[in-house]
């Protein structure tokens, strides 16, 4: 039979080019290849219908993965008997090398990828107390970002090295040699410099999921860690995108390092006549009734005396850094509000003289007034 289909493609190659002819049979073999794919999927679908849920998340996420691997083992034993000069069957092989390599490189990013989703489906941080769960994603987050970088620079090397024109340039990516490495090299200073520092930040960690940060006098959550750079979701809802490396050579705040926990600070000006024990004992009752206040911390201080106010600290803590932002609201607006209705003399104020002489001086003032006004009169 094989001498039946050599004699075949001698006989149509003495009229049609062989280029055509290569070309109609790659088409074919796809085609085929696509076929019989499909059929194969909807076929262990069904066996695994009822049973077996992880082998149907594994079939469904590596379609397109497996529908061009199949589409390449079609096309390599198709060239192998395709009627190629000596030149273009070395061309077609460097090809097929390289998207062997690009395949080998897709398939160990989706193997990371599913490792790491079947790691991290046992943590969650839509909870109050996340703080481990947070660890655990940032670090795998990260280290994936760092393994896809790698894993395709390696495959984009490895391809460029089967095609003897442009082998330099993927010798260049492993070994950074000659002037053309150190051309890549200078480009590629910025990545690598975000790759490092990503390694950095998952080994670790100054920076978590959600943590609490303080970032160029913006205040706001961490939303995302990319392989090159961060987001920041601030408090009224802008993205603040952040280098990598600027969390390795930047100082910044971060409010919930240790904890989700966070203690939330409320600034207050009184005249000296507030009664701060009456204010203390106000509080305690007060955080009693905000379902946000985690039972911890409450506390209020003087922490400073001008010359005209004393100024008041209000300490109380929540279970994550967003409802201590609205506990400090409501706690805030209710102090100002009992200070204005039982004690409103103790509001900021302004005085120009001590009391006793204010009073003296101001009576004596208005007599003098009024007896120059008899003195007119008479």
């Known amino acids: 039979m094989s001498e039946n289909f050599i004699g075949w493609l001698s006989y149509v190659t003495g009229w049609a080019p062989a280029w055509s002819i290569t070309t109609t049979m790659l088409v074919a073999a796809a085609i085929v290849a696509v076929i019989f794919h499909g059929v194969a999927l909807k076929i262990l679908t069904a066996v695994f219908s009822r049973r077996a849920i992880y082998v149907q998340t594994l079939l469904r996420r590596t379609c397109r993965l497996t529908r061009v691997i199949t589409t390449f083992a079609a096309c390599t034993l198709v060239l192998q008997a395709a009627p190629l000069s000596e030149e273009a069957r070395s061309l077609w092989s460097s090809i097929l090398v390289a998207v062997l390599f690009a395949i080998a490189g897709w398939i160990a990013i989706s193997a990371v990828h599913i490792a790491s989703d079947v790691y991290l489906a046992r943590f969650r941080i839509d909870i109050p107390d996340n703080l481990r769960a947070r660890k655990h994603v940032t670090q795998i987050r990260i280290l994936r970002r760092v393994a896809d970088t790698t894993i395709v620079l390696l495959a984009l090397g490895a391809g460029l090295m089967t095609f003897e024109s442009v082998r330099q340039y993927g010798i260049s990516i492993f070994a950074s040699a000659g002037a053309a490495g150190l051309v890549l090299g200078f480009a590629a200073r910025p990545v690598l410099e975000n790759l490092i520092a990503g390694i950095q930040i998952a080994v670790t960690q100054p920076i978590r999921i959600d943590d609490a940060v303080v970032v160029e006098g913006e205040w706001g959550w961490i939303e995302e860690i990319t392989g090159t750079y961060v987001v920041i979701r601030i408090w009224d809802w802008r993205r603040l995108v952040v280098p990598l490396s600027y969390f390795i050579q930047n100082p910044f705040t971060n409010w919930t390092r240790e904890s989700a926990s966070i203690i939330g600070t409320v600034f207050l000006h009184a005249d000296y006549t507030l009664p701060v024990e ?47 932002w609205d506990l400090r609201c409501n706690v805030r607006e209710k102090l100002v509000a009992w200070i204005r ?38």
């Open 278 to 324: 009456e204010l203390r004992a106000y509080l305690s009752e007060l955080v009693t009734e905000q379902p946000l206040w985690d039972g911890k911390v409450s506390v209020v201080q003087v922490t400073n005396a001008t010359e005209r106010t004393i100024e008041i600290r209000a300490l109380v803590s929540a279970r994550t850094s967003p409802e201590a």
């Open 341 to 378: 209705e039982t004690h409103p003399g103790s509001l900021p104020q302004v005085r120009s003289s001590p009391a006793g002489y204010g009073r003296t001086h101001r009576d004596d003032a208005i007599g003098s007034v009024v007896a120059e006004s008899a003195g007119d009169a008479d």
